[in-house]
């Protein structure tokens, strides 16, 4: 397996802790030295591990952030 390389930039909300400690996270993260981009996982207390997850654009998370928005109007 290929290794990678990430920086958490920004650390912006801790969205939920299980029982494990085990962190849900929204973070502006650099993936590879890339440019970084929003983040959605979980996250090990010491954040040795992680759970799958999902990388959005800003115009991808301002998309989202309209259409919850919209909906939680309903």
């Known amino acids: 397996m290929a290794e990678f390389k990430y920086e958490i930039i920004q650390e912006i ?3 939920s802790v299980n029982k494990n400690g085990w962190r849900k996270e929204l973070n502006l993260i650099s993936w590879n030295g890339k ?3 929003y ?3 979980e996250w090990s207390p010491t954040r040795e591990k992680m759970g799958k997850g999902v990388t959005l654009t800003k115009e991808e998370l ?3 952030v309209k259409a919850l928005t919209e909906s939680a109007k309903e």
């Open 13 to 15: 909300v801790v969205l």
């Open 39 to 41: 983040d959605i996982r």
């Open 62 to 64: 301002m998309m989202l």
């Open 35 to 37: 440019e970084p981009k």
